[in-house]
Nanobody, 124 residues
Framework: QVTLVESGGGLVQAGGSLRLSCTVS????????MGWFRQAPGKEREFVATISWTYETDYTDSVKGRFTISRDNVKNMVYLQMNNLKPEDTAIYYC??????????????????WGQGTQVTVAS
């Protein structure tokens, strides 16, 4: 059973920073891709960032230059460093693992395991 647990969310002022962590248990990250998604109140879940097992990354345009996704395959963890946060970044943030090894995707249906989410609130 693969389990993902996010942490690091909270309340921050606009312009501030947060670092989200995702702890994966039950299976090594190995060659699976990992992603971060978010869901704001009243909106659909959206892609934020993804990282392959070869450390290739992809970001949605609105976070490029501000967010950085990284992974530690030894610790079995994935991170999302978020800088220069904006009120529009307010959402529940979820980490997820791809269904297939050696893959990454911007589409949530390509991910099999999800965490319970962590709330990020950015005050203006």
């Amino acid at each position: 059973q693969v389990t993902l647990v996010e942490s690091g969310g909270g309340l921050v002022q606009a312009g501030g920073s947060l670092r989200l962590s995702c702890t994966v248990s039950g299976q090594y990250l190995s060659t699976f891709g990992m992603g971060w998604f978010r869901q704001a109140p009243g909106k659909e879940r959206e892609f934020v960032a993804t990282i392959s097992w070869t450390y290739e990354t992809d970001y949605t345009d609105s976070v490029k230059g501000r967010f950085t996704i990284s992974r530690d395959n030894v610790k079995n963890m994935v991170y999302l460093q978020m800088n220069n946060l904006k009120p529009e970044d307010t959402a529940i943030y979820y980490c997820a693992r791809t269904k297939s090894p050696d893959s990454t995707s911007r589409w949530d249906y390509e991910y099999e395991y999800w965490g319970q989410g962590t709330q990020v609130t950015v005050a203006s």
